[in-house]
Nanobody, 126 residues
Framework: QAQLAESGGGLVQPGGSLRLSCAGS????????IGWFRQAPGKEREVVAC????????YYADSVKGRFTISRDNAKNTVYLQMNSLKPEDTAVYYC???????????????????WGQGTQVTVSS
């Protein structure tokens, strides 16, 4: 059974950094466009970043541009989200998701991702 598993969340002070990992089992992630999304309490799920399977082009939400970096390590079948200069408003549950392999471009629309991990909590607080 194909699964995605996030890890790397935790509690960090404002200005700090975390690196989230999204590991695939039953997936070869290099064939999937992967997105990172987040959902804060009382808010809708929103896109953070995504990386295409066609040419590893990337998309970032305006709120994280210049602070977050999405990348792939195909040898480890893992996609990362490096988060720097974290702010309290980055606090949320972070999810990774995979588009079906046929769709090779990035998308900011969560409905276009068919497989989701369980999420990892990121809390930014002093």
């Amino acid at each position: 059974q194909a699964q995605l598993a996030e890890s790397g969340g935790g509690l960090v002070q404002p200005g700090g950094s975390l690196r989230l990992s999204c590991a695939g089992s039953g997936f070869t992630l290099e064939y999937n466009t992967i997105g990172w999304f987040r959902q804060a309490p009382g808010k809708e799920r929103e896109v953070v970043a995504c990386i295409s399977s066609s040419d590893s082009s990337t998309y970032y939400a305006d709120s994280v541009k210049g602070r977050f970096t999405i990348s792939r390590d195909n040898a480890k079948n893992t996609v990362y989200l490096q988060m720097n200069s974290l702010k309290p408003e980055d606090t949320a549950v972070y999810y990774c998701a995979a588009r079906p392999p046929y769709y090779r471009q990035t998308s900011s629309q969560s409905r276009e991702y068919g497989d989701w991990g369980q999420g990892t909590q990121v809390t930014v607080s002093s």
